[in-house]
């Protein structure tokens, strides 16, 4: 493997690992995590439900998916965005104030929002881009020579 190759296997390996570290207390206990989604007060009532029944269950198959090297590029795209939109969220509930919980890792007692969850997320996001551009070999283009203009 080339080092392009460990560079993205690596990151691909730790977002992976953290979505399924993040998935399954969601997923053990569903109604408090859509407690957690409701508190940030950006969604009704029906997005909230959608948001809290959709979202453990993706991260778990794109924490698989990452793990396992199956569909590698497209669950690295995915989560990058997914993570993006999570540190958007979270960002903004900083900066405007709102205490409320990070719902990350624990559903329970994980701690409040803070620049820490914020960064975390966004580097998150940064290693699912990474794992994203190196996952696979580059493309390339050749050319053969055949004596006319290109």
């Not at 698989?64 to 090297?69: Q, T």
């Not at 690295?76 to 965005?81: D, F, G, T, Y």
């Not at 960002?91 to 994980?110: E, H, K, M, R, Y």
């Not at 994203?132 to 050319?143: D, E, Q, Y």
């Amino acid at each position: 493997m080339n080092t392009r190759g460990l560079i993205g296997a690596s990151a691909a390996l730790s977002v992976g690992g953290a979505l399924l570290l993040s998935a399954t207390p969601k997923l053990a206990d569903p109604d408090l995590f859509f407690g957690n989604v409701a508190a940030y007060g950006v969604l009704p009532l029906d997005g909230v439900w959608l948001t809290a029944v959709v979202v453990p269950p993706l991260e778990l198959v794109l924490g698989l998916a990452l793990l396992s090297g199956t569909l590698r590029s497209g669950a690295a795209a995915i989560a990058a965005v997914l993570l993006l939109g999570f540190a958007s969220l979270q960002g903004w509930a900083l900066a405007t104030g709102l205490d409320v919980p990070c719902g990350c890792f624990s559903v329970g007692d994980g701690g409040s929002v803070s620049a820490f969850t914020v960064g975390r997320a966004a580097l998150l996001s940064l290693l699912a881009s990474i794992a994203f551009f190196c996952t696979g070999s580059p493309k390339t283009v050749h050319r053969e020579s055949t004596g006319a203009p290109s």
